[in-house]
């Protein structure tokens, strides 16, 4: 039984990428000088009406602190499930995270849209620092953000 599984489950990892077409997309967020700690930060897809769809990227260490990127977590459920093996450091006062993953293409040009959320310890909280379309037209296209983000941009590969 264990071989015709093991079987059966290679045939459709094989399978699966000649439907499935993805594209490597390049997401880099640059944040503003704002003189705090480190800014954690939740890279996250909804659909055109703002309703979570996935996660992307976090960006900071201590799930703890998650709960204060307020849309993500409330969005996520703040289910382990959702973020498990999609995090890093948190990114300091300045500094850039760059983050490249490999998307469907069915999600690029079909009302999906990038948010960011940002936190820093003892400084205020911003839902949807940053959104973006998750168009072609959009690759390569600076956004600026609303709170420690100073601009955002991805770029299809």
Do not use: C
């Not at 976090?58 to 093996?85: P, V």
């Amino acid at each position: 039984m264990k071989k015709i599984l093991f079987a059966l489950g290679l045939t459709t990892a094989m399978a699966l990428p000649a439907y499935a077409q993805a594209r490597e997309v390049t997401f880099t967020t640059q944040l503003s000088d704002y003189g705090g700690d480190g800014a954690y930060l939740a890279l996250y897809l909804t659909d055109a009406d703002g309703k979570y769809q996935g996660t992307l990227w976090i960006a900071g260490e201590k799930s703890k602190y998650y709960k204060h990127l307020r849309d993500w977590a409330r969005g996520s459920g703040l289910n382990q499930a959702e973020y498990d093996g999609l995090t890093g450091a948190s990114v300091t006062s300045g500094r850039a995270l760059k983050v490249t993953l490999e998307l469907e293409d069915a999600l690029i040009d079909s009302g999906y849209q990038v948010r960011v959320d940002t936190s820093v310890e003892d400084m205020r909280d911003n839902r949807s620092d940053v959104v973006a379309p998750l168009t072609t037209e959009g690759s390569g296209k600076t956004v600026s953000g609303r709170g420690y983000v100073h601009s955002f941009v991805y770029d299809l590969k």
